[in-house]
């Protein structure tokens, strides 16, 4: 084979599992071919001796009654008549019988050095019938995938009767004539009669020594589960101790279904004894074999987690010598009430598995002793037909075939939600495709799949919807949620923005497509990183058991939805189950025809003509609200989506003991290829914050939600627009109004230049004779004083209002302007400085030096860069460089609170940096060819750099004073 390519190996690469798989499949279906034929094969060998049947032996004498001429016999006479010598040679015959079974297990399972099925100390013939059990007679020979007809009373070929009842089989076997021809006169009509009635009496008679075996069979598998579930209990008990032997999910794993297989046949044993104890040729015993066929489904379950049962139970004796001394020294009660050792209780898990595979054959040897005109007779017939069924549908699924199951019309499970989620495992983020069914959670993961190839499902975990609940804080022993930094994931917007630059710049090109393909996979790559990174709030489910998984989402909005999907559909749920591996595997193929969500949400997946989002400044005014029933404390949240998951971007205050709160509060929000804005109504707590058992985390309580489309061709009238988002009856009135970053980007100076906003600083520094302006230190005094504490300080948005109201007292040199202050909201003092930086005609590190800095900051050779940015620094004029050190110092004691504000040097960068450097003709930093294709995208670039200078001041450990902006000797005179 040629390996040129990557594409080349991972074709190869693909041939190979598929093989591998494929080769699987067949050993699987002939090791279970194998252990069903070794078991018929023991049978076959053993001799029926009258003790296995339950009743003692006939007298010799009868053996001579039977003719022992070859004549008028067949080779199986022959066969039957070397069989009969040996039951009258008891000596011989044990040492046959011991001979026969010794060769059995030499030659079983376990001495194959080349199979991988676990132990074969346990192997059919090993084991079976310990304590007297019944053995079948299986002369039949079928396999699990013969579709046999049913039996009739009448006589087959098959039939190769055990040998203690060989006389009574002849006699019934044979044919009238024969048997005239044996005694040497010409039947009679009464004769005939009464030897068709002696046959039937003796058939009849027959049943109850089969069905006597039956019982014993019974009694010792039965022991074989009792011992299997005596360790189940402890092993439960302790492992809701400190020091557990072993996980609840590994006792379910390994002991799974035994307990309802033990009460199925324990019923059964129970309903049959009374019936043969009282016994008569008229007894009916078909109903209770009907009723266990029609119970086989708990095999199937049995038999699909019989591998992994096996699989957990070896690594459990391995991890843990107390479980595995356990393990090895099971004890099963005998029918002497002795007890006896089996090997290991993976040698007890395949008992079902042996059991199951010999249904039928107890169901053959039933009818062959039951008249056609029996009550019996239809009801085992139909007991054989489930079974048989049963039997050829598991030989089916030893080679699946690999099919989509579609759910049928009227059906009850239906897919109501799938989304894509973060999931996190062990500390570690994981994408996840969740699939919320009508009755269950079913959490998946996507494989990766070679060019041209179909999606495929591996299924990770699932929880039926009458098992689920939201884990509380007590419950939860998780590890905190491991954050991401914030300068990680500006990274990624920075490598994003880039990336998208380039596949713009690619298509003008003639460079071909493979370019653009190896681009927008690089894309794809860095949004589905930013996608896991970014979700920080917990969403907590756990099954009945206790053992939780956790989601990460990042909008409060998203996880109040699938709560209340759950919640609904858990009313219609109250009964637990659990799938088989078949059926869980059926389901999780139906997923590729039945999910929502087909793709990521990232631009990448998005078509060149569809929308990519609003950029720039959505104003938002919140006036109020009604529809309430009752008086609430109530406040708004208002989310937008960025980047492919939602953020949120504002915060009313709370509006007290009433039912028609009104807030009349407006609000900027920056929209980064927003979509969707979202709006959470939310009760506040009047006391404590309220502790959330369902959520596992402090918050307070959703009223209501609901959310807007932001429609391009509407807000793009420079009006307001105004707009209702009822709620479940409760209705918000809003008003809102988009600037694009274009005309948001300008600095716009003030007319009135006797005010402060919109004036250049040095013209107010030099009227109000100081070097930082008078509202800078106001400000700054107010935050300090009270502000510091406050989560999300400069980041949440302060009530415009409010805002203007402060910027109108400044403006106007009002006197009151700090009592003023010490009235207001610090949110809305935090803004008014932040606009002041805004609204300057040019920004703080000037117009002149911006390209320098967005240049220095891009150096990679540290040294240069901190010669290159603190010399550009020492350049400004003095009342900028001085206003910005005063500043520097404020933020970095904003900072020193972090644990409290939630405040980092990066968060503050971000707020900060394009307010401080953004330049005030912006029409000449984007080429005209470019601004058509990638205005969002280049003004997100420059949004970074901007980002990145201002930390990178913050994070320096010393700034020479203005005093020593001339005499520094450190630096060199030229950038």
Same mark, same amino acid.
Request: overall charge neutral; proline content about 5%; some cysteine.
């Given at each position: 084979?040629?390996?040129?390519?990557?594409?080349?190996?991972?074709?190869?690469?693909?041939?190979?599992?598929?093989?591998?798989?494929?080769?699987?499949?067949?050993?699987?279906?002939?090791?279970?071919?194998?252990?069903?034929?070794?078991?018929?094969?023991?049978?076959?060998?053993?001799?029926?001796?009258?003790?296995?049947?339950?009743?003692?032996?006939?007298?010799?004498?009868?053996?001579?009654?039977?003719?022992?001429?070859?004549?008028?016999?067949?080779?199986?006479?022959?066969?039957?008549?070397?069989?009969?010598?040996?039951?009258?040679?008891?000596?011989?015959?044990?040492?046959?019988?011991?001979?026969?079974?010794?060769?059995?297990?030499?030659?079983?399972?376990?001495?194959?050095?080349?199979?991988?099925?676990?132990?074969?100390?346990?192997?059919?013939?090993?084991?079976?019938?310990?304590?007297?059990?019944?053995?079948?007679?299986?002369?039949?020979?079928?396999?699990?995938?013969?579709?046999?007809?049913?039996?009739?009373?009448?006589?087959?070929?098959?039939?190769?009767?055990?040998?203690?009842?060989?006389?009574?089989?002849?006699?019934?076997?044979?044919? %009238?004539?024969?048997?005239?021809?044996?005694?040497?006169?010409?039947?009679? %009509?009464?004769?005939?009669?009464?030897?068709?009635?002696?046959?039937?009496?003796?058939?009849?008679?027959?049943?109850?020594?089969?069905?006597?075996?039956?019982?014993?069979?019974?009694?010792?598998?039965?022991?074989?589960?009792?011992?299997?579930?005596?360790?189940?209990?402890?092993?439960?008990?302790?492992?809701?101790?400190?020091?557990?032997?072993?996980?609840?999910?590994?006792?379910?794993?390994?002991?799974?279904?035994?307990?309802?297989?033990?009460?199925?046949?324990?019923?059964?044993?129970?309903?049959?004894?009374?019936?043969?104890?009282?016994?008569?040729?008229?007894?009916?015993?078909?109903?209770?074999?009907?009723?266990?066929?029609?119970?086989?489904?708990?095999?199937?379950?049995?038999?699909?987690?019989?591998?992994?049962?096996?699989?957990?139970?070896?690594?459990?004796?391995?991890?843990?010598?107390?479980?595995?001394?356990?393990?090895?020294?099971?004890?099963?009660?005998?029918?002497?009430?002795?007890?006896?050792?089996?090997?290991?209780?993976?040698?007890?898990?395949?008992?079902?598995?042996?059991?199951?595979?010999?249904?039928?054959?107890?169901?053959?040897?039933?009818?062959?002793?039951?008249?056609?005109?029996?009550?019996?007779?239809?009801?085992?017939?139909?007991?054989?037909?489930?079974?048989?069924?049963?039997?050829?549908?598991?030989?089916?699924?030893?080679?699946?075939?690999?099919?989509?199951?579609?759910?049928?019309?009227?059906?009850?499970?239906?897919?109501?939600?799938?989304?894509?989620?973060?999931?996190?495992?062990?500390?570690?983020?994981?994408?996840?495709?969740?699939?919320?069914?009508?009755?269950?959670?079913?959490?998946?993961?996507?494989?990766?799949?070679?060019?041209?190839?179909?999606?495929?499902?591996?299924?990770?975990?699932?929880?039926?919807?009458?098992?689920?609940?939201?884990?509380?804080?007590?419950?939860?022993?998780?590890? %905190?949620?491991?954050?991401?930094?914030?300068?990680?994931?500006?990274?990624?917007?920075?490598?994003?923005?880039?990336?998208?630059?380039?596949?713009?710049?690619?298509?003008?090109?003639?460079?071909?497509?493979?370019?653009?393909?190896?681009?927008?996979?690089?894309?794809?790559?860095?949004?589905?990183?930013?996608?896991?990174?970014? %979700?920080?709030?917990?969403?907590?489910?756990?099954?009945?058991?206790?053992?939780?998984?956790?989601?990460?989402?990042?909008?409060?909005?998203?996880?109040?939805?699938?709560?209340?999907?759950?919640?609904?559909?858990?009313?219609?749920?109250?009964?637990?189950?659990?799938?088989?591996?078949?059926?869980?595997?059926?389901?999780?193929?139906?997923?590729?025809?039945?999910?929502?969500?087909?793709?990521?949400?990232?631009?990448?997946?998005?078509?060149?003509?569809?929308?990519?989002?609003?950029?720039?400044?959505?104003?938002?005014?919140?006036?109020?609200?009604?529809?309430?029933?009752?008086?609430?404390?109530?406040?708004?949240?208002?989310?937008?989506?960025?980047?492919?998951?939602?953020?949120?971007?504002?915060?009313?205050?709370?509006?007290?003991?009433?039912?028609?709160?009104?807030?009349?509060?407006?609000?900027?929000?920056?929209?980064?290829?927003?979509?969707?804005?979202?709006?959470?109504?939310?009760?506040?707590?009047?006391?404590?914050?309220?502790?959330?058992?369902?959520?596992?985390?402090?918050?307070?309580?959703?009223?209501?939600?609901?959310?807007?489309?932001?429609?391009?061709?509407?807000?793009?009238?420079?009006?307001?627009?105004?707009?209702?988002?009822?709620?479940?009856?409760?209705?918000?009135?809003?008003?809102?109004?988009?600037?694009?970053?274009?005309?948001?980007?300008?600095?716009?100076?003030?007319?009135?230049?006797?005010?402060?906003?919109?004036?250049?600083?040095?013209?107010?520094?030099?009227?109000?004779?100081?070097?930082?302006?008078?509202?800078?230190?106001?400000?700054?005094?107010?935050?300090?004083?009270?502000?510091?504490?406050?989560?999300?300080?400069?980041?949440?948005?302060?009530?415009?209002?409010?805002?203007?109201?402060?910027?109108?007292?400044?403006?106007?040199?009002?006197?009151?302007?700090?009592?003023?202050?010490?009235?207001?909201?610090?949110?809305?003092?935090?803004?008014?400085?932040?606009?002041?930086?805004?609204?300057?005609?040019?920004?703080?590190?000037?117009?002149?030096?911006?390209?320098?800095?967005?240049?220095?900051?891009?150096?990679?050779?540290?040294?240069?860069?901190?010669?290159?940015?603190?010399?550009?620094?020492?350049?400004?004029?003095?009342?900028?460089?001085?206003?910005?050190?005063?500043?520097?110092?404020?933020?970095?004691?904003?900072?020193?609170?972090?644990?409290?504000?939630?405040?980092?040097?990066?968060?503050?960068?971000?707020?900060?940096?394009?307010?401080?450097?953004?330049?005030?003709?912006?029409?000449?930093?984007?080429?005209?060819?470019?601004?058509?294709?990638?205005?969002?995208?280049?003004?997100?670039?420059?949004?970074?750099?901007?980002?990145?200078?201002?930390?990178?001041?913050?994070?320096?450990?010393?700034?020479?004073?203005?005093?020593?902006?001339?005499?520094?000797?450190?630096?060199?005179?030229?950038?």
């Amino acid at each position: 084979m040629e390996l040129n390519s990557l594409g080349d190996i991972e074709q190869e690469l693909d041939k190979c599992k598929s093989s591998i798989r494929h080769l699987e499949k067949e050993v699987n279906m002939e090791r279970f071919r194998m252990i069903y034929l070794q078991t018929l094969l023991a049978k076959e060998r053993k001799s029926y001796d009258g003790q296995r049947w339950g009743f003692k032996q006939m007298p010799q004498a009868n053996d001579g009654d039977l003719p022992q001429g070859p004549d008028s016999r067949g080779p199986q006479a022959d066969d039957a008549q070397a069989e009969g010598q040996l039951q009258g040679r008891p000596g011989k015959m044990a040492r046959t019988k011991s001979n026969l079974e010794g060769n059995v297990n030499d030659h079983s399972i376990e001495e194959d050095p080349h199979l991988t099925w676990p132990r074969r100390s346990y192997s059919p013939g090993t084991f079976d019938d310990a304590g007297g059990g019944y053995t079948p007679d299986c002369s039949s020979n079928e396999n699990l995938t013969s579709s046999e007809e049913d039996f009739s009373s009448g006589q087959s070929s098959h039939v190769s009767p055990s040998p203690t009842t060989y006389q009574m089989f002849r006699e019934k076997s044979r044919s %009238p004539s024969q048997q005239s021809l044996d005694s040497g006169s010409p039947p009679t %009509p009464e004769s005939q009669k009464s030897l068709n009635h002696q046959g039937l009496e003796k058939g009849l008679e027959m049943r109850k020594w089969v069905l006597s075996g039956i019982l014993a069979s019974e009694e010792t598998y039965l022991s074989h589960l009792e011992a299997l579930l005596i360790p189940m209990k402890p092993l439960r008990a302790v492992a809701t101790t400190s020091q557990p032997m072993l996980t609840i999910p590994e006792i379910e794993t390994i002991f799974f279904k035994v307990p309802e297989l033990h009460e199925i046949h324990k019923d059964f044993y129970d309903a049959l004894l009374p019936r043969v104890q009282d016994w008569s040729n008229h007894q009916c015993v078909g109903d209770l074999f009907q009723k266990l066929a029609s119970q086989l489904g708990v095999y199937r379950a049995f038999v699909d987690n019989y591998k992994v049962a096996v699989e957990t139970a070896d690594k459990c004796c391995q991890a843990n010598a107390q479980f595995a001394q356990i393990s090895e020294n099971l004890k099963v009660k005998s029918t002497k009430d002795s007890y006896h050792f089996f090997p290991s209780s993976t040698a007890l898990l395949y008992k079902p598995v042996d059991r199951v595979t010999r249904s039928t054959l107890v169901l053959h040897d039933l009818l062959k002793h039951t008249p056609s005109s029996h009550p019996d007779y239809p009801l085992l017939q139909d007991a054989l037909r489930i079974s048989q069924n049963f039997l050829s549908s598991i030989n089916e699924e030893i080679t699946p075939r690999r099919q989509s199951m579609t759910i049928k019309k009227g059906e009850n499970r239906q897919l109501l939600r799938d989304r894509f989620m973060v999931e996190l495992v062990e500390g570690s983020r994981k994408l996840r495709h969740v699939f919320l069914f009508t009755d269950l959670l079913l959490c998946t993961k996507l494989k990766k799949q070679a060019a041209g190839k179909g999606q495929h499902y591996d299924c990770k975990w699932y929880i039926p919807l009458a098992d689920l609940t939201f884990q509380t804080i007590e419950d939860s022993e998780s590890s %905190p949620i491991p954050l991401v930094q914030d300068e990680e994931i500006d990274a990624m917007k920075i490598k994003i923005s880039q990336i998208r630059n380039d596949i713009q710049r690619e298509k003008r090109t003639t460079k071909g497509p493979k370019v653009i393909e190896r681009l927008k996979k690089k894309l794809s790559e860095q949004e589905s990183l930013l996608l896991l990174m970014s %979700p920080n709030m917990a969403f907590k489910v756990a099954n009945r058991n206790g053992k939780g998984f956790t989601f990460l989402i990042s909008s409060d909005y998203e996880r109040a939805e699938w709560r209340e999907i759950i919640r609904e559909q858990q009313k219609k749920c109250f009964k637990s189950f659990s799938l088989t591996s078949l059926e869980l595997q059926m389901l999780t193929n139906s997923c590729v025809k039945l999910q929502t969500v087909h793709t990521i949400p990232m631009s990448i997946n998005k078509e060149d003509d569809e929308s990519s989002g609003l950029c720039g400044f959505l104003d938002v005014i919140v006036h109020s609200a009604t529809g309430l029933k009752h008086s609430l404390n109530l406040y708004c949240s208002l989310e937008v989506d960025s980047f492919g998951y939602f953020v949120n971007k504002a915060k009313t205050r709370v509006y007290r003991d009433s039912t028609e709160p009104s807030w009349n509060e407006e609000f900027e929000i920056e929209l980064e290829g927003s979509q969707t804005l979202r709006l959470l109504c939310y009760e506040k707590c009047c006391s404590k914050p309220k502790q959330s058992k369902e959520d596992g985390e402090v918050t307070d309580k959703i009223i209501a939600k609901g959310q807007i489309k932001l429609d391009p061709q509407t807000l793009q009238n420079k009006d307001w627009q105004r707009t209702v988002i009822a709620m479940n009856g409760i209705e918000v009135k809003l008003s809102m109004k988009f600037n694009s970053r274009e005309f948001s980007l300008k600095r716009m100076p003030s007319r009135k230049q006797s005010g402060v906003f919109g004036v250049k600083i040095n013209a107010v520094t030099k009227r109000e004779r100081s070097k930082v302006p008078l509202i800078v230190r106001q400000c700054v005094e107010e935050i300090e004083r009270r502000g510091m504490d406050e989560v999300g300080i400069y980041r949440v948005s302060g009530v415009a209002t409010d805002i203007q109201a402060l910027k109108a007292a400044f403006d106007s040199n009002n006197k009151d302007v700090s009592v003023m202050m010490r009235e207001m909201d610090v949110n809305a003092i935090a803004g008014t400085l932040k606009l002041y930086f805004r609204e300057l005609p040019e920004p703080l590190f000037t117009d002149e030096l911006y390209p320098n800095f967005a240049g220095g900051i891009a150096l990679s050779d540290s040294v240069a860069k901190e010669s290159c940015m603190l010399n550009l620094l020492l350049s400004l004029p003095e009342p900028n460089l001085v206003t910005f050190l005063f500043l520097l110092d404020h933020l970095k004691r904003v900072a020193e609170n972090e644990c409290i504000n939630k405040m980092s040097l990066h968060n503050l960068a971000t707020v900060f940096g394009p307010t401080l450097l953004r330049p005030s003709e912006k029409d000449t930093k984007i080429s005209t060819s470019s601004q058509p294709l990638s205005m969002n995208d280049s003004w997100s670039l420059e949004v970074m750099a901007q980002v990145q200078v201002l930390l990178y001041f913050l994070q320096l450990e010393s700034i020479p004073t203005p005093d020593s902006k001339r005499q520094s000797l450190l630096f060199s005179t030229e950038v």
